[in-house]
């Protein structure tokens, strides 16, 4: 029997037509559009189904309500499809890849991510691809998580990051290798790949909570953001240098750090370099951090931290635990 996939067309270049103010999403066209790619009636293709999201968004438009949304669907459709396809835009695709990588909990099926650098309008649009070869892998039994597709790869979806604004590769997951690389046949990374799950599938949705992401750079005013590090923000991720520096001449973030953790917010370091690791001690700059209880993110990428934090804090854990699943891997989500 053919297997089942939902497609979920959430907005995105891929479907956006122009205007007068720019490219914007258009209701409504893209079923006659993916019909008329003769692919998606290939004898091959699996079946599929459309849901298309109202209001269609540019993905930068994106909050917690819609990653919600898309989580919703999925779990609504969960038993009556193989697999799912969702089409987003690629601003913030990375941020909803890892977001629905925790929220759908034991997910045993493919949810692949992809969209467009060229809207599917256009001469020379990637979206085609994209969309064909993200319905194939979504139909092979042999994804069962949340991925990114684009331009000839599969990467699991929150080790992804969106690296070129103008390429048609628009993706890549620096610190884990490729699940999958589509050249003439598709070749998976099965020793990659997550095992199948035991326990039953649960849709955990979000809650707003109030984090943030704080990037350091040379020069930094620490004492501009004590207004902000208040008891009211539950966790921030701290994009530090290298493997887990930050400026030390001033030495006026500890503090306001440490009376940060003291009052309840989880500080995750990250760094702002796209391949390697943070390794917190390995230098004075960063012992510091570790010394105040400011969790370590390894090799998390921004994207997949700040989600985390949403779900863990979402599963209402005491602060304790929180920090530590951060530094262990709930799905594949670091090394
Ligand atoms: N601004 C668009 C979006 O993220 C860009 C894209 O889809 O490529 O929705």
Redesign the pocket.
Known sequence: MKRRICIIYT????G?VPSDKG?V?SPNTLRKTLDAISDMHHPDMPEWDLVEFSPL?????MAVADWNKIGRTVARLYDACDGFVIL??????AYSASALAFMLEHLDKPVIFT???IPLCELGSDGRDNIVHSMRIAASGMVREVCVYFNGVLLRGCRSTKKS?DQLL?FESPNAPHLAEVGITIRYNTAALRPAEEAPFHFQPFADVPVGVIKVFPGIQFELFESIMTDKLKGVVLETFGAGNIPSSQNALLPIIQKAYRSGSIIAVCSQCMQGTVSLGAYATSKALQDIGAVNGRDMTTEAALTKLYYLFSLNLPKEEIKARMEQSLRGELT
């Open positions: 907005g995105g270049t891929i956006m490219y999403p968004l540019d993905s930068s438009d987003h835009g690629t601003d913030t695709m969209g467009a650098q604004s628009a």
